[in-house]
């Protein structure tokens, strides 16, 4: 398989990490992943964009361009010929010796880029059923608006709700619902759609800035303020979101089934939207060509 190795596209056998790389000690990285229909890459911008928010906040230089990073991944893209994809892309602080907690002099230690591209389709059957969520505490640390590679609070959460025998985990802090372990959550009470709002608890999302845009255009009210456990459970509908699982109903949250236990129909109405926006954006595309 091929994958980019900071400014080159080789061979994965070829990629050597030195123990001493920041992000394989320090978890010191942050990535994006993107979704590929039909060979296009879906709100490539926004998640470029939101790479150099997260290189900001963790006061990493990138070293590259926007334009130089979507060239790469491009040319990646067609190696690997893949219709139908993820593309995962992380960049860590690099290597510095001796192994030291103070950030290294970026002229001196370059920030490391690798990307990798693995089929992805569509999670239709889970769309169309929904699937069972419980409840965990939100132990995680207080900067999850940076997409840091550092995701073990992630990885506990949903682990914690799988040995419980869910599928997801829906954090919860202070008694207030967060997100998803790796998704922004959603719940619809009265036709209203509530989502926590932006900030430093959270990771503003990709697929959160389309739900926007759709909420709008079919007359959705929206409100983005935090709502309690019990009040999640007490709504009609419930659903996550991200780049990966799109739009995915959540029918029951600790053995209790939200609504009528079925995924709802304004959830059904943005889930249609969404794969219309994304057809849309790729004949567009097409078009183009």
């Known amino acids: 398989m091929k994958v980019l190795w900071n400014d080159q596209i080789v061979d994965e056998s070829e990629v050597k990490i030195d123990l001493e790389d920041r992000g394989y000690q320090f978890g010191d990285g942050i990535y994006e992943v993107i979704r590929i229909y039909d060979g296009y890459m879906y709100m490539e911008k926004e998640h470029l964009d939101r790479l150099w928010v997260s290189a900001e906040k963790i006061r990493m230089t990138l070293p590259f361009t926007k334009e130089a990073l979507s060239e790469r991944l491009h040319q990646l893209a067609k190696e690997a010929g893949l219709e139908n994809a993820r593309v995962y892309f992380q960049v860590t602080r690099g290597t510095a010796k001796p192994r030291l907690h103070d950030f ?11 990307a990798d591209i693995q089929p992805a389709s569509r999670p239709t059957a889970k769309q169309t059923i929904g699937i069972r969520a419980g409840f ?3 132990k995680r640390w207080l900067h999850c608006d940076i997409k840091s590679i550092s995701l073990l609070g992630n990885l506990l959460a949903l682990d914690e709700a799988k040995q419980n025998g869910y599928e ?17 959550l959603w719940m ?3 036709e209203v759609l509530y989502t926590h709002p932006d900030g430093n608890l959270i990771l503003p999302g990709i697929t959160k800035i389309k739900i926007r845009e759709i909420a709008k255009a079919l007359g959705i009210e929206l409100k983005e303020e935090a709502f309690t456990d019990k009040e999640l459970l007490a709504a009609d509908e419930c659903f996550k979101t991200s780049s990966v699982a799109e739009i995915m109903p959540i029918i029951e949250i600790d053995n209790q089934k939200i609504g009528d236990g079925m995924p709802g129909k304004v959830t059904k109405k943005i889930l249609h939207a969404y794969i219309e926006a994304v057809n849309l954006s790729v004949q567009a595309h097409r078009d183009e060509k």
């Open 136 to 138: 965990v505490e939100d």
């Open 188 to 190: 619809v009470k009265n």
């Open 104 to 114: 290294p002099d970026p002229k001196e230690v370059p920030p490391v880029l690798m």
């Open 168 to 184: 997801e985990a829906v954090l919860v802090r202070d008694n207030y619902v967060t997100e998803a372990s790796a998704s922004n």
